[in-house]
């Protein structure tokens, strides 16, 4: 069975800086691309972050860019996603997501975690 886990969220104010973390279990760790996406109160899920499992390429979305830093360690089947100078509009539920071209439209998505909830206050 596949499990990816994310931990990490909590309550923040704004300039402050979270660690999100995503173990996985059960797949293929290693051959796959892992990503994280959010989804805001009221709005859809949207790409955040995604790193390939080829050379390690990163991406990024335009509103993190800069203070986010997507990271992964193969052999702990865990991906990071490290959050600095955090603003109120960052305050979403962040999913973990593993499969292909996680970065691009069609995405490849095989599996999601639930996500774990992260605030943002002004």
């Known amino acids: 069975q596949v499990q990816l886990v994310e931990s990490g969220g909590g309550l923040v104010q704004a300039g402050g800086s979270l660690r999100l973390s995503c173990a996985g279990s059960?797949?293929?760790?290693?051959?796959?691309?892992m990503g994280w996406f959010r989804q805001p109160p009221g709005k859809e899920r949207e790409f955040v972050a995604a790193i390939t499992w080829t050379y390690g390429n990163t991406y990024y979305a335009d509103s993190v860019k800069g203070r986010f830093t997507i990271s992964r360690d193969n052999a702990k089947n865990t991906v990071f996603l490290e959050m600095n100078s955090l603003k109120p509009e960052d305050t979403a539920v962040y999913y973990c997501?593993?499969?292909?071209?996680?970065?691009?439209?069609?995405?490849?998505?095989?599996?999601w975690g639930k996500g774990t909830l992260v605030t943002v206050s002004s």
């Open positions: 059960g797949l293929s760790f290693s051959s796959k691309d």
């Open positions: 997501a593993a499969g292909y071209n996680l970065h691009i439209r069609p995405r490849s998505v095989d599996y």
